[in-house]
């Protein structure tokens, strides 16, 4: 076993944060459409959530935003003259289309890629696959950009493998981390892996889109070179995913040797119990079930209660839930977990609640920004330094959005082309503040 520590990577939230609506199976997202955002609240929430991890006495990183709008994307669909005669004239005439150029969704760094920690790996290096998000267009245009992102992060290919995604097809379709989980005594222990799918390739759709196919997991895992004797691969529950759970992280979460999850969560629940205990080698798993009865799957969904970080403190012998504040409004989910982190000897015995309504809006919590990458002390030297977060960035950072960032954009604002100029000026500056290069983003490339 090797020393090793388990670092949540913080996607940043652009300038371009707004309530489209574009994610059919979001109920937050669906429910929010056209309402006034806040782009420079959302992102300090975001800076807020990371700056409390790192008083928890956590290791934290932090993500770019990517180019939003998207010009070049919009370029390779034939709008043509400057920057922002090519955003006058995409939102003019495709405005769906112009919306998708627009989303900040990469904010949601947990759909970011798969990570397979070095322990897990036959090669002995640390894994990272881009997911493809091919599902829904906003997300689909995200994977070039967020290759570019671990490339800089994870520069040595002695030590990281960072996978392209998968090709963008509905038989490979892949969210990422958000429907992966990682159980193991400890971070730098060997752990089992598991993989939920929603379908299989040749399953016909029903309701709303299942977004991970089991043959999309499978490749992720022999691309990583994963042990099938420590790998797992479980199906969500269709009720599940039809209730709004479009992630496997909106109604499970796993931290070592503890797996939080709602009783509706898995198609197989007994057998998925039964596979991971088989395959746990030097622990036992630790199920903490939340029964229907108490938590329904709406208050589930709409609280985020799974959509938590599920995290290990210094010095504290039991697992500490960071939760959103929507789930201490929520009285069912208020009442258990009062009840869970009060009962004797619980695996979960302490909640901090979070900030992040702007996020939550749009169907995000705190799982869902982040992207969890255990590493040694060797691979975090060997990674780019500047994107661990200090209190010294943080500042930075958020004297970076207080000068950049609107106030509100509302419905109305969306067109005007003073927003590429405002977003194209402030990523130009990150470039400055986190180790990007001069020629991160498409437009400082043309």
């Known amino acids: 076993m090797t020393e090793a520590v388990e670092i949540n990577f913080d996607g940043l939230v652009g300038p371009t944060h707004n309530y489209a609506g574009l994610s059919e199976g979001n109920l937050a997202s669906a429910r929010n459409r056209d309402m006034v955002a806040r782009p420079r609240e959302a992102a300090l929430q975001g800076i807020g959530k990371m700056r409390r991890l790192r008083t928890l006495g956590l290791s934290q990183g932090v993500l770019p935003p990517h180019e939003r709008p998207n010009i070049s994307w919009l370029r390779s669909l034939g709008f043509t003259g400057s920057d922002r005669n090519v955003w006058a004239r995409a939102w003019e005439g495709e405005p769906n289309v112009a919306r998708a150029a627009l989303a900040s969704s990469a904010m949601w760094a947990a759909n970011a890629a798969t990570i397979s920690p070095s322990a897990d790996c036959c090669d002995g290096k640390l894994h990272a696959s881009v997911a493809n998000l091919q599902t829904m267009l906003h997300r689909l245009i995200e994977a070039e950009q967020t290759e570019r992102t671990l490339c800089r992060l994870l520069p040595d290919e002695a030590r990281f493998a960072v996978h392209p995604a998968l090709p963008p097809h509905d038989a490979l379709s892949d969210e990422g981390a958000a429907n992966h989980m990682r159980m193991a005594a400890n971070a730098g222990a060997a752990g089992v892996e598991i993989f939920v799918y929603g379908r299989r390739a040749s399953e016909p759709r029903h309701g709303f889109p299942a977004r991970q196919t089991l043959e999309a997991c499978h490749a992720v895992a022999r691309r990583h070179a994963l042990d099938p004797g420590r790998t797992v691969f479980a199906k ?168 950049h960032y609107r106030e509100e954009l509302a419905p109305a604002d969306l067109g005007d082309p003073n927003l590429v100029d405002e977003t194209q000026a402030a990523l130009d500056e990150l470039t400055r503040i986190l180790p990007l290069g001069a020629d991160f983003y498409p437009f400082q490339r043309t």
Request: include cysteine.
């Open 236 to 403: 969500q529950a269709p009720q599940a995913i039809d209730a709004g759970a479009f992630h496997n992280d909106v109604v499970a979460v796993a931290h070592e040797r503890v797996l939080f999850h709602h009783e509706d969560a898995f198609a197989d629940k007994a057998g998925l119990y039964a596979e991971v205990r088989a395959k746990a080698d030097g622990f036992e798993p630790v199920f903490v079930e939340v029964p229907r009865e108490q938590v329904g799957l709406d208050d589930a969904v709409s609280s985020y209660l799974f959509n938590s970080q599920l995290l290990s403190l210094p010095g504290e012998a039991t697992l500490t839930l960071i939760a959103p504040t929507e789930v201490r409004e929520n009285n069912r989910t208020a009442e258990f977990v009062r009840a869970m982190i009060a009962a004797p000897n619980a695996a979960i015995g302490r909640v901090e609640y979070v900030e992040v309504r702007e996020s939550m809006r749009n169907g995000g919590g705190p799982a869902c920004l982040r992207l969890r990458i255990v590493m040694t002390a060797q691979e975090r030297a060997a990674a780019a330094q500047g994107f661990f977060l200090d209190d010294a960035l943080a500042a930075k950072l958020e004297a970076w959005v207080t000068k």
